[in-house]
Each structure stands twice: as structure tokens, then as C-alpha cells.
């Protein structure tokens, strides 16, 4: 790069050396790039910075509302309590106690033996055998009766069959007492010492309390 200026009819002439403008323009550079960083992470603090918190002390110092003022004579509408006659009683008054809360449904009981003897009909299992839920429909409408059950057990324990011999009246108690007894476990019956299937008749008999 030259520079060229013209004094007294001559020419005067600058030259600088090329790696001096390198470093100037790198210089440059640099500096234009170390502003940015500094305006941008002023930004940010700003940006980012909280307001100071309200202390205990400054949430104490705030002062109540005034109490409100009594009310001056006939400033309401209403008309004045007149006293009573005598021979009169006040009124009283007289706190009743809430209604007592609906009875929860009792569950339905089985009248088929829980036990784990051999025989030649199966058993429930007392701790696998749990009774069925009063469904919530039946309940609503009152519904109750009795419902029994015949169930077909395989050599292994497990119900093989569930059919409903009598019913209660309501389908939603009949399907009740078999989905129960269909997630039963037995002690199968024994034939010669050996489990064999056999079948056994379970009643539920629904009842709301």
C-alpha cells in the first residue's frame, strides 16, 4: 500500500510494509470481537438478574387496614329488635347432628367349606379363595339375593369350568360370584391318593347393609 502527496510539485511517496497491516487489521479484529463478548454478557446479567427479595422484616413493617368504623344509628335499613314480652323465652338454637353416612355394603358370604382336606371333592384354598366385590350398580339399586355356583376343577387345582345352577335375580351379582370364583385355586379332590378333577357347588348370598 503506498501513500502519495503532492508538496511543492513533487511527489512524495509511503510505503508500509505489508505485515504491518496484517497485524493492524488482526488488532482490529480482536478488539471489535472482545466488545461483543462484553456487551453480550452485560446483556445477559441484566437480563437474568433478580429483583431483591422481600425480608420477614419488610413483610412486618406493612401496616394492617384500620379496623371499620361502627355503624351510626339508623344507618341500616333494618328495623330495631323490639324486646320480648314477658313470659317469653329467646329463641334458641338448636345444632342437629348431620345424618350418619350411607352403611358400606357388606361383602357376600360363602356358605362352601375352606379347607384343605383331602376328599373327593375339592376345597378352596382359604388364603386364594377371596369372596366377590359388591358391585357398586347392585348396591345403588338394592340389589341382594343368593347365587350359586358350580365349579369344575381340574387334577391341578385350577377352575376348569364355572356354571351358575341359581341366581340371585340381578345379572350384575350372578357375574360377580363367577368372576370370583374363577380366579379361585382348590385343593383338587383325591382319588387313591392321586388329585383327580371334580367338581363342588359355591353359594354367595348378597346382602346390603
Known amino acids: 500500500m503506498s501513500a502519495s502527496r503532492s508538496s511543492s510539485g513533487k511527489n ?3 510505503h508500509l510494509p505489508r505485515r504491518s497491516l ?7 479484529g480482536v478488539g471489535v470481537l ?4 462484553v456487551w453480550l454478557s452485560s446483556r445477559n446479567d441484566d437480563f437474568y438478574k433478580a429483583g ?3 425480608t420477614p422484616q419488610q413483610v412486618a ?3 394492617p387496614l384500620p379496623e371499620p368504623l361502627p355503624a351510626a344509628a339508623g344507618s341500616s335499613d333494618m328495623p330495631d329488635a323490639k324486646p320480648l314480652p314477658p313470659g317469653e323465652e329467646a329463641p334458641q338454637l338448636v345444632e342437629t347432628a348431620p345424618p350418619p353416612p ?3 355394603a357388606a361383602a357376600p358370604t360363602t356358605e362352601a367349606p375352606v379347607a384343605a382336606a383331602a376328599g373327593d371333592r375339592p376345597q378352596p384354598i382359604a388364603d386364594q379363595s377371596p369372596p366377590p366385590s359388591y358391585p357398586p350398580a347392585a348396591l345403588r339399586r338394592g340389589d341382594s339375593g343368593t347365587v350359586v355356583v358350580r365349579v369344575d376343577v381340574d387334577a391341578t ?3 376348569s369350568n364355572v356354571t351358575i345352577i341359581e ?3 340381578s345379572r350384575d351379582l350372578d357375574r360377580a360370584a363367577s368372576d370370583a370364583v374363577r380366579r379361585w385355586r382348590f385343593q383338587p379332590a383325591q382319588s387313591n391318593g392321586q388329585p383327580v378333577p371334580g367338581s363342588i357347588e359355591v353359594p354367595f348370598d348378597f346382602k346390603p347393609q
Do not use: N
Open 12 to 14: 512524495i511517496t509511503f
Open 22 to 28: 496484517m497485524i493492524a487489521g488482526i488488532a482490529f
Open 102 to 104: 350411607p352403611a358400606a
Open 52 to 54: 431483591p427479595a422481600a
Open 157 to 159: 387345582g385350577y377352575p
Open 34 to 37: 472482545l466488545f461483543l463478548v
Open 61 to 63: 413493617d406493612i401496616e
Open 167 to 169: 341366581r340371585s335375580g
